[in-house]
């Protein structure tokens, strides 16, 4: 199904998020990597974006909330509003 959410990961602030892209790619429900990724501002790397291109995946990196309760609840409500439409 086009535009389903296929992996979430929430992780602490203290590591530096671009580092986290791998253990978001490897909790994914599917095998086939995605054709987008969306991860928050601190995603935007030009080293990541150049080697998830070469993967085949592009790097999507708006604004999103700080907390890592919220931007979970976000991504979690965003997931299931997603799913239905697909009913």
Known sequence: MAGAPVAVHVESATPHEVTLVHATLAQRFVNQLPVRL???????????????ARRGVELIAPHYERLAE???GMLQLA????????L
């Open 70 to 72: 919220n931007f979970l």
């Open 79 to 86: 997931s299931c509003l997603i799913l239905l439409r697909g």
């Open 38 to 52: 969306i991860g928050d501002n601190a995603y935007e790397s030009d080293r990541l974006d150049a080697e998830l």
